[in-house]
């Protein structure tokens, strides 16, 4: 079953680090960085968001772009499988970089 969890670069940095987002699905491994970054702090590892805290008022914005983020593997990896599609970490990350709107040739990537 595919699974999205988000790790951060450097859990033990006193400082800002970046979160990675780590997809399993058909025993293949994306590993994308999407340049959000969080104190570790305000990280919360067994649910894989920023904590719920007044320390970091910025939680539920932090933690919708996340959901967004993973949704979007979600919804990738499905329309790949429904248009029997071989998902491959290329057109995951293919679909990842449409979404996020980083420089990309592809127009279409199913």
């Known amino acids: 079953m595919p699974q ?3 790790f951060l670069k450097d859990k033990n ?3 800002e ?4 987002l780590v997809f399993q699905f058909n025993r293949k491994v994306l590993k994308y960085s999407f340049g959000e970054k969080i104190n570790p702090k305000f990280w919360n590892k067994k649910a ?4 719920v805290t007044k320390q970091f008022p ?3 914005g932090f ?8 949704a979007c593997v979600n919804d990738t990896y499905r329309d ?4 029997s599609i071989e998902p491959t970490i290329e057109k995951v990350k293919m679909g990842l970089k449409v979404f996020l709107k980083k420089d990309t040739n592809e127009r279409e990537f199913l």
């Open 48 to 51: 894989y968001r920023a904590k």
């Open 80 to 83: 790949l499988v429904s248009n």
């Open 13 to 15: 940095s006193k400082e």
């Open 17 to 20: 680090t970046l979160v990675y």
């Open 4 to 6: 999205v969890t988000f």
């Open 63 to 70: 933690n919708n772009v996340l959901d967004s983020v993973e």
């Open 58 to 60: 910025a939680h539920v």
